[in-house]
């Protein structure tokens, strides 16, 4: 009787067979969609034929629509993706809250540091009638806290926790660093340089907090006491 033959061994699986369709459908949308929104938004978040405070504020609403809105309800809707995956919810508020303090603890003295150089004097606050204004003071740190959560959902939200399901937290982090680092880039050097550091800090805060609540609220509460630091000690 002759033998059977043995089954022949399949082939490994290639990288891209092991995709799973909706998988591949989020992550590549999730990066397509930030590079055009982050260009979009350097060139035209900010109209130009308005004067300065108007346009700050347009900055504001089109930034949080832009980076915000419109691909959240494109993922839950389109690609039926939870926003809770991507850290729209409070996570383990226990751990971010630690990162919390320590990190505004770490940030305090550098802001009150940097303030006084003449390059932050003369770049902040963003909002000029802040300088003169209580009611501007309290106008422009609302219009920051809506902008800096679409800035935080775009960066410690949907990059961060997208990309962390296929390469991992630790490479994700550094990935969602590199563009945020870059849109620092208008402001003085040594903020973006620092941008560096805080965007693996806050990526690691989000990730392990599984949130990016906490660091939207540090980022603004680092930039409301860095306009309250110029304002309330100006440079003599």
């Known amino acids: 009787m002759t033998p059977e033959a043995p089954a022949c061994s399949s082939a490994p ?92 603890a770490v940030m305090l003295p550098v802001v009150l540091f940097i303030s006084r150089t003449p390059e932050f004097q003369a770049f902040y606050p963003r909002c000029d009638l802040a300088r003169s204004s209580t009611l501007w003071v309290f106008l422009s740190a609302g219009g920051w806290l809506v902008y800096f959560f679409a800035w935080e959902w775009m960066f410690r939200g949907m990059l961060l926790f997208s990309l962390e399901k296929r390469v991992g937290g630790g490479l994700a982090i550094l990935l969602q660093m590199i563009p945020f680092t870059m849109m620092h880039y208008p402001k003085p050097e040594a903020e973006a340089w620092s941008a560096i550091i805080a965007g693996l800090a806050l990526g690691l805060m989000a990730l392990r907090g599984r949130s990016f609540l906490g660091t939207w609220l540090l980022h603004w509460l680092v930039a409301t006491l860095m306009d309250l630091s110029v304002i309330l000690w100006p440079l003599a």
């Not at 990288?15 to 938004?41: D, M």
């Open 13 to 104: 699986e290639s990288p891209v067979q092991r995709l799973k369709p909706p998988a591949t459908q989020r992550e590549a949308f999730v990066l397509i969609y930030s590079i055009l929104a982050l260009t979009f938004v350097y060139f035209h978040g900010a109209p130009r034929s308005l004067p300065q405070t108007p346009a700050l504020f347009a900055w504001f609403g089109i930034n949080f629509v832009v980076l915000f809105a419109l691909p959240a309800l494109l993922l839950r809707f389109w690609l039926g993706v939870p926003l809770s995956q991507l850290g729209l919810r409070w996570g383990e508020a226990k751990v971010w809250s630690r990162y919390f303090l320590v990190f505004l």
